[in-house]
């Protein structure tokens, strides 16, 4: 993205000539197979700070795979995983977290009848005092959550409400604070929309805007091409396993994107069969042609 010149010494760009731009997190060719079962194959991933990277993709096309590799949560077992230019193999998510990636999932790990800053703590309490009479220093931690949300602006009445009954948006919110405040580089969200309304997913995006203002690289899954386009700097759709398309911004329109999540390419195939049935509309469905120069993820400028 933009260059940062910092300061009057150009020794940062003369001394990492590729770091500036190196990706956090790369996979080349990467590939998993659950015994005979391939759920991912040849799928490269790049991951730069500052940018948030969209994976797409229908029921079952590998988006949950393809974050519990990067995640630690499974290893893969075809091609290359690079964390900040090194390859790496993590036996757990606690050796991921130990790099800076940190992970939302969806069904969130909270603890729904506990406060809202216990939550935001939980598993990395803050203590005082010396062993053996370390306790939990309750105080701070409360302070601590309330700066943290005020600073990414997410204002909450009571921090000792039950996270239960914050709605889903603001959970995944307090989540995102809580994984930018723990240090994390890069931030993966799993359909941190998928079950929100409108203005909730509005609220998710904008948070998810700021950790990228913030210099994290997020890997953003969802279904919704609108929602990705609204935040996303690079686009991935995954289909059967592999990228269907893997373009940039300025390389697909969001209506392109729409036609690929649509199932674009089957619908279209399928167009005459569905004209066929009665009470299905199929006037507005993209011509197989339509599609292909989406497609071919080749940078062409516009066809
Ligand atoms: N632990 C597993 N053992 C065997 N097969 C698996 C396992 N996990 C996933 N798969 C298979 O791998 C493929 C990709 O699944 P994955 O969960 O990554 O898809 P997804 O894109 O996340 O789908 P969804 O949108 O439904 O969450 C599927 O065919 C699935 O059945
Ligand atoms: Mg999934």
New binding site residues.
């Given amino acids: 993205m933009t260059d940062k010149t910092t300061g009057t010494d150009g020794a940062a760009r003369t001394d990492t000539p590729a770091g500036e731009d190196r990706p956090l997190v790369e996979l080349r060719s990467a590939g998993k197979s ?2 005979n ?1 391939r ?1 991912l194959h040849g799928v490269d991933l790049t991951v730069h700070p500052g940018k948030v990277t969209c994976v797409l ?10 974050i519990k590799i990067v995640s630690g949560l499974h290893q893969h077992t075809e091609g290359e995983f690079l964390v900040d230019g090194a390859p790496v193999r993590f036996s757990t998510p606690r050796e991921a977290l130990d790099k800076g990636i940190a992970t939302v999932y969806q069904d969130l790990a909270v603890v729904p009848l506990m406060p809202v800053w216990r939550n935001f703590f939980l598993g990395s309490e803050m203590t005082k005092g010396p062993w053996p009479l370390r306790r939990l220093d309750i105080e701070r931690m409360k302070k601590t959550a309330d700066e943290e949300l005020r600073n990414m602006g997410i204002v909450l009445d009571d921090l000792e409400q039950p996270i239960g009954t914050l709605s889903g948006g603001q959970r995944q919110c307090v989540a995102i604070a809580r994984a930018v405040y723990f240090g994390a580089r890069v931030l993966i969200l799993d359909e941190p929309t998928a079950a929100l309304g409108v203005k909730q997913s509005g609220v998710v995006l904008k948070y998810i805007a700021l950790a990228r203002d913030r210099g994290l690289g997020v890997i953003f899954i969802t279904h919704n091409p609108h929602h990705a386009y609204m935040v996303g700097d690079h686009f991935n759709v ?1 289909r059967l ?1 592999t990228l269907e398309l893997s373009a940039d911004r300025s390389e697909v329109s969001l209506e392109e994107l729409t036609n690929h999540m649509a199932g674009g390419a089957e619908l279209a195939a399928l167009k005459h069969e569905l004209a066929q049935v009665r009470g299905v509309d199929t006037e507005g469905l993209p011509e197989a042609g339509d599609l292909r120069a989406a497609t071919a993820a080749t940078p062409e400028g516009k066809s």
Avoid: P
């Fill in positions: 659950y015994g079962i759920a993709g229908d029921n079952g096309a590998g988006k949950s795979t393809l995954l396993g």
